[in-house]
């Protein structure tokens, strides 16, 4: 579904991916650690196609498609999902006017009818369960006044709505607590299906507790420098990063 | 940041779709401004004694006055003399209904999306329109005229009604009250009257839409809303203009009398040809509107989608005698390429317990420049006065300006008078958001524009409010790619 190859991408001049390589195949869960800095947010915004990211090298593949070449918007259209490490507040625009124009226009590009507002009302309705959503809170302007884990359950919650072939969580995590982290990663395991996939990206192990990955990925200093199964993420919430810092420098010296 | 540039160059592309003309035969005026002229016109519109001697002193007024310079708008000198100030569309003779109106002349609005007709009671909205110097026609007169409501052309109720126009005209604007308001009262040509009895409810909408199409024309009109004690009236005002290289002056006068417990609401969309791309032509938009809640418990309700003219010069106001009267104020006034904007209102607070609530959202784009200018008074016998003002600029890219000149003056101490101002950008943020999620960049503009307006448009009517949502998207379309 997703071919990351030798990668290569920087802000303002400064190189911040050095040759990321990475396959994500339908049906699976991958997750992106690594410390601070090491370019996992860089990754996720990089394949979303912010634009103050200039990819310098390599190349990515979406669905057989040349991602690179589609603006953000075909990407989203394509089926990539971002839920955002800071959702942004639009103020006078309600959740539900706002995921109305994002799915009709989804639907449009797919040549799929758009929804009326009865077929939409009631695919809200349904998917709001998923991550427990207050109703009040769509009729609210968009992530104005949420407070931390509302805007993350939104995010959630349009992730259901848009239904994505992959969806990319940038530090979904951070901000929330253990109840909200739970409704969370609840919404993301029901929307699991042999045909997505999801990449989560992440700091600490705790989401992962949750969102049981298939691969861990470590990134440092703009690679992948170690990846393996689940229990790596556990080896790295005990040991911390410093042990892969040594190892990356053992390699180079 | 690369990114705002580019989006900004391509927001300017947008391109305005009134901008056509139509060629009639028009009866005109000679060219500029003295007494001969203004004899001319009102000999022409077959005008009493008493008026013609009120436009001749209101001529003498403004002559001794000069161009108002504070506001903050630059443009080179009008020169007032290079103006025709009467130009109408020619017919046979004075058409005594729709049906006997040159059909050409309803082409024109029929190609504005303004239907004529009558099925257009359907939509619920009485029509009077104006085309350069006149009006052309109004609709549903009859059904109108049953519930004793009158709503006609200025010229009709000159002739039809003297004592109400005697009364009223210039007791809200005196032609002594600014420049462009004694030019006005010297030659005005047309404009739409209204009138509504005592306990009567407005069962539909009024409205005027105003066309200039003629060339090196200024349009003069005057608008007269009475509303008697008991009663309501919504109103609503549309404009448009041909493209021309050349400025077009429109300085209009609006008064509304609202008596003991009654209601106007008056809301306008202006949509006068804004001048090209490289800020070529465009109309000056010098316009004095006012309102007096004249009795206790009156209410006033401007609201206005400002989007074309190459400047405008604007300030709807109330004057709130009467005790617990209530003036409101709602406003969006976009600005684009090299389009100016000075607008803003004032309330003045002479009753008891009197309420002011204003709420302007300015947008900028371009090199365009918005200011907003208001005025909250509170007179000295005005007790328990309130006042909310809230003053919102959305800037899009950087070479545009939005500025604030806020004027409070209170002299009753038990006042309470709050003003809020917020200014902000449209963030790549928020445009890449909206792209993540499929929406396209246009359509991630317009939401967030119709968003930050919402509580201005929320207030017109509803057909209205549709036009104005797409008006919005329209004026700023192309600006980001």
């Known amino acids: 579904m997703l071919s990351i190859k030798n990668l290569h991408a920087s802000v303002e001049g400064t190189p911040i991916l050095k040759g990321i390589d990475l396959e994500v195949k339908a049906g699976e869960i991958h997750a992106i650690m690594g410390p601070n800095g090491s ?53 006078g625009v309600s959740s539900t006017n706002f995921l109305r124009t994002a799915v009709n226009q989804v639907r449009e590009y797919r040549g799929q009818e758009p929804l009326d507002a009865v077929k939409f009302l009631s695919l809200m309705k349904e998917k709001m369960k998923l991550v427990e959503m207050d109703q009040k809170l769509l009729s609210r302007s968009l992530n104005e006044g949420f407070s931390g884990g509302e805007k993350k359950r939104n995010e959630i919650f349009q992730l259901a709505m848009l239904e994505p072939t992959l969806s990319i969580l940038d530090e979904t995590d951070s901000g929330l607590d253990i109840d909200a982290l739970r409704v969370v990663a609840n919404g993301v395991n029901q929307l699991k299906s042999p045909n997505n996939a999801t990449v989560v990206v992440t700091h600490y192990q705790r989401l992962l507790d949750h969102i049981i990955p298939d691969f861990v990925h470590v990134i440092f200093e703009g690679r992948i420098v170690k990846s393996g199964p689940k229990e790596l993420a556990l080896e790295l919430e005990e040991k911390g990063y410093d042990w892969i810092k040594d190892e990356v420098a053992g390699h180079t010296v | 940041m690369s990114k705002d540039n580019q989006i900004l160059e391509q927001f300017t592309s947008k391109e305005y779709e009134h901008g056509w003309s139509v060629d009639y035969e028009a009866d005109e005026s000679a060219t500029g401004l003295n007494e001969d002229i203004i004899k001319w016109i009102s000999a022409k519109k077959e005008e009493p004694l008493w008026l013609l001697e009120w436009r001749l002193k209101a001529y003498r007024s403004w002559e001794a006055m000069t161009e108002p310079e504070w506001a903050n708008v630059h443009y080179p000198k009008l020169d007032f003399q290079s103006i025709k100030y009467y130009s109408a569309p020619k017919q046979d003779a004075k058409p005594k209904s729709l049906d006997e109106v040159d059909p050409e002349l309803l082409q024109i609005y029929e190609r504005l999306g303004i239907s004529l007709k009558e099925q257009k009671k359907l939509q619920g909205i009485a029509v009077d329109v104006v085309l350069d110097s006149v009006s052309v026609g109004t609709t549903f007169k009859e059904s109108l005229s049953k519930l004793g409501i009158i709503f006609c052309s200025f010229s009709e109720a000159v002739n039809e009604h003297p004592e109400l126009v005697k009364k009223y ?42 066309r200039i199409n003629a060339a090196n024309t200024g349009q003069f009109e005057r608008t007269l809303i009475i509303a008697e004690d008991d009663s309501y009236v919504s109103y609503l005002e549309g404009c448009t203009a041909p493209q021309r290289d050349e400025h077009q002056l429109h300085a209009a006068v609006v008064e509304i009398y609202a008596a003991k417990n009654a209601e106007v609401k008056y809301s306008t969309v202006q949509n006068w040809f804004p001048g090209d791309k490289e800020g070529k032509g465009g109309i000056y938009n010098f316009v004095t509107k006012r309102g007096i809640c004249a009795g206790d418990y009156a209410k006033i309700s401007w609201t206005q989608v400002e989007t074309g003219s190459a400047i405008t010069w604007k300030y709807p106001s109330c004057i709130l005698k009467g005790d617990h009267s209530i003036g409101e104020f709602y406003s969006v006034a976009v600005t684009n390429n090299y389009q100016q904007a000075d607008t803003g209102t004032k309330m003045i607070h002479i009753g008891k317990n009197t309420k002011s609530r204003i709420v302007s959202k300015g947008i900028s784009a371009g090199k365009s420049q918005n200011s907003y200018r208001g005025q909250v008074q509170v007179m000295k016998r005005s007790s328990n006065a309130v006042n909310f003002s809230q003053c919102d600029s959305l800037l899009m890219g950087n070479q545009c300006g939005a500025h604030t000149f806020p004027y409070i003056d209170i002299q009753n101490p038990s006042a309470k008078v709050e003003h809020e101002a917020t200014t902000s950008k449209i963030g790549e943020d928020q445009i890449f958001y909206c792209n993540q999620r499929g929406i396209a960049t246009e359509d991630a503009v317009a939401l967030i524009v119709n968003g930050y307006a919402k509580e201005v448009l929320n207030q017109l009517p509803m057909e209205f409010a549709v036009e104005a949502q797409k008006l919005l998207a329209l004026t700023l379309e192309g600006s980001v790619g």
């Open chain 1, 39 to 91: 370019g996992k947010s860089t990754l996720a915004s990089v394949l979303a196609g912010r634009e103050e990211y200039e990819v310098t090298e390599g190349s990515v593949s979406f669905k057989g498609r040349d991602l690179l070449e589609l603006s953000p918007e075909d990407r989203a259209r394509e089926g990539l999902f971002l839920a955002f490490q800071y959702p942004v507040e639009i103020p």
């Open chain 2, 169 to 210: 005209l210039g007791s809200v604007v005196p032609y002594t009250d600014n420049y462009y308001a004694a030019l006005n009262s010297a030659v005005f040509s047309d404009g739409s009257f209204c009138y509504i009895p005592k306990g009567v409810r407005c069962p539909m909408e009024l409205s005027t839409y105003f």
